[in-house]
């Protein structure tokens, strides 16, 4: 069973950086295209940063060169190092993979709900004044 579990979130003042962590169990993550996705209040959840299974990258407009998706140097990890957070960032971040083979970054930033088979459950990010 595949199983993907967030940590790092938290409070952080606006323009402060935050590091999120997804630790992957039931497979060999690394050939799986992952994702972050953010779900701000009230809003719906859409792809913040991805990897493909080629291991290309690809990020929303809105958080490029801001954040930068990567292996955790752990086994089995998916980081999302964040600087120059904005208050539009508040978010619930969710840690999401797909074992379709192929599945580039872009097609990974652009899935929705039923585009990802494997879903954590989230960890706020939110912005202290």
């Known amino acids: 069973q595949v199983d993907l579990v967030e940590s790092g979130g938290g409070s952080v003042q606006s323009g402060g950086s935050l590091k999120l962590s997804c630790a992957a169990s039931?497979?060999?993550?690394?050939?799986?295209?992952m994702g972050w996705f953010l779900q701000p209040p009230w809003k719906e959840r859409a792809g913040g940063a991805a990897?493909?299974?080629?291991?290309?990258?690809a990020y929303a407009d809105s958080v490029k060169g801001r954040f930068t998706i990567s292996s955790g140097n752990a086994k089995n990890t998916l980081d999302l190092q964040m600087i120059g957070l904005k208050p539009e960032d508040t978010a619930m971040y969710y840690c999401?993979?797909?074992?379709?083979?192929?599945?580039?970054?872009?097609?990974?930033?652009?899935?929705?709900?039923?585009?990802?088979?494997?879903w954590g459950k989230g960890t706020m990010v939110y912005m202290s004044s």
């Open positions: 039931g497979y060999t993550y690394s050939r799986f295209a």
């Open positions: 999401a993979s797909d074992p379709a083979l192929g599945m580039t970054a872009i097609q990974a930033l652009g899935a929705d709900y039923y585009g990802m088979d494997y």
């Open positions: 990897i493909g299974s080629d291991g290309s990258t």
